[in-house]
C-alpha cells in the first residue's frame, strides 16, 4: 500500500480545509487509518483516528469538534476535514496506516508523505 496525501495549503484562522489520503493497493480496507501533525520543531501529535469500516473515530483533544475524519473504502481514500481553523493547526499532516489507533510510529505499516497546512493569524 503506497498513502499519497493532498489537498493542504494556506487558509486564513477561522477556515477549512479538507486533506485527502489516497492508498494504492487492495487491502486499504483493512487498516484503520490515523492522521497526524508536526509542527516546526515539535513532536509529531496524534489528530485522530478513523476505524477499518469508518464507523469509529477518536480525535485529540486539540481537534475535538473542529476536525473530521471519514473515509470510503471503494475509493481507498481517507478524509481529514479541518474547520475552524487556528495558527496553531499549522503543520505538516501524515496519514498513516495501521492495526490501531494513535500508536508508535514504527507499529504502523505504511506512512503518506506528509501535506503542508499553513492557518495565518
Known amino acids: 500500500v503506497q498513502l499519497q496525501a493532498s489537498g493542504g495549503g494556506l487558509v486564513q484562522a477561522g477556515g477549512s480545509l479538507r486533506l485527502s489520503c489516497a492508498a494504492s493497493?487492495?487491502?486499504?480496507?483493512?487498516?484503520?487509518m490515523d492522521w497526524f501533525r508536526q509542527a516546526p520543531e515539535k513532536e509529531r501529535e496524534f489528530v485522530g483516528g478513523i476505524s477499518r469500516s469508518g464507523g469509529w473515530t477518536t480525535y485529540a483533544d486539540s481537534v475535538k469538534g473542529r476536525f473530521a475524519i471519514s473515509r470510503d473504502n471503494a475509493k481507498n481514500t481517507v478524509y481529514l476535514q479541518m474547520n475552524s481553523l487556528k495558527p496553531e493547526d499549522t503543520a505538516v499532516y501524515y496519514c498513516a496506516a495501521g492495526r490501531g489507533y494513535n500508536l508508535s510510529e514504527y507499529e504502523y505499516d505504511y506512512w503518506g508523505q506528509g501535506a503542508q497546512v499553513t492557518v495565518s493569524s
Open positions: 493497493g487492495r487491502t486499504f480496507s483493512s487498516y484503520a
